[in-house]
């Protein structure tokens, strides 16, 4: 990006295959899109959700925003559709806050798949009434201007993460995750064959074993050359004195 712009649409993607990435956690897509590239989707600890137990997942419409100033999230929010998920960013900045309570009133009512902000949020006890799924970096009540030029639906950084305008945007307890367009189907296939996988492992722990022996750890126990001592560490200890 050279100049400030704004984009008004996005690309799309197979809405069935969005719909099943909402039926998977964030850990099977991470787990789904291998170690590099599940690594590099995921945003850091520090994107939380204002909400725990909430889960979304849409294709993202993306608003940078000048430090302080939040006009780009609101010409972005005019713009977002059903479903669609809005990340915006000020480079993670705490001055000037993205996102409040009217912004969550009317993205409600525009019926939005959700919000991830890599910045300020505030009105957070009337956000927490509202159960609207909000993720952010921050809380400060400080004062957004708006009146600075950014960007509208081009590519940005959000929490160290790329996010291109309608990559899927999933998004649960334990984080938010950004799949690329061209890896959903991988995601959800991979995914899809985890939770296959783990419904046979608790069928195994119900039948008494334990995961120890169902993943074959031994194996890998004993490639570390760990030493094993039968007994416990206090006879041990008075065995050498």
Same mark, same amino acid.
């Given at each position: 990006m050279t100049q400030p712009v704004i984009y008004t649409r996005i690309p799309g993607s197979d809405p069935q295959l969005v719909a099943e990435a *909402?039926?998977? +956690?964030? *850990?099977?897509?991470?787990?789904a899109l291998g170690a590099a590239g599940g690594r590099m989707a995921l945003m850091s600890p520090r994107m939380r959700p204002l909400n725990p137990g909430l889960r979304i997942a849409g294709p993202a419409v993306t608003a940078y925003n000048y430090p302080g100033d939040n006009l780009m999230m609101h010409k972005a929010l005019s713009m977002i559709e059903e479903g669609q998920v809005l990340v915006t960013t000020n480079g993670g900045g705490t001055q000037g806050a993205l996102w409040g309570e009217l912004a969550a009133t009317f993205a409600r009512n525009r019926r939005v798949? +959700?919000? /991830?902000?890599? +910045?300020? /949020?505030?009105?957070?006890? =009337?956000l927490t009434e509202m159960r609207f799924p909000v993720w952010a970096t921050d809380i400060s009540p400080c004062h957004p201007e708006k009146g600075a030029a950014g960007a509208v639906n081009v590519p940005i950084v959000c929490d160290g993460v790329m996010v291109h305008p309608g990559d899927i945007v999933v998004a649960d307890s334990d984080g938010v995750?950004? /799949?690329?367009?061209?890896?959903?189907? %991988? %995601? =959800?296939? +991979? %995914? !899809?064959? !985890? #939770? *296959? #996988?783990?419904n046979e492992i608790k069928q195994k722990i119900a039948a008494g074993q334990s995961l120890f022996e169902i993943a074959n750890m031994q194996s890998a126990l004993d490639a570390t050359g760990i030493?094993? !001592?039968e007994g416990s560490w206090a006879q041990d200890q008075a065995g050498r004195a």
């Open positions: *909402a039926q998977h +956690g964030v *850990a099977d897509l991470h787990e798949g +959700g919000v /991830i902000v890599h +910045g300020s /949020i505030r009105d957070t006890d =009337v995750l950004v /799949i690329p367009r061209d890896r959903l189907r %991988a %995601a =959800v296939e +991979g %995914a !899809r064959s !985890r #939770k *296959a #996988k783990e030493e094993v !001592r």
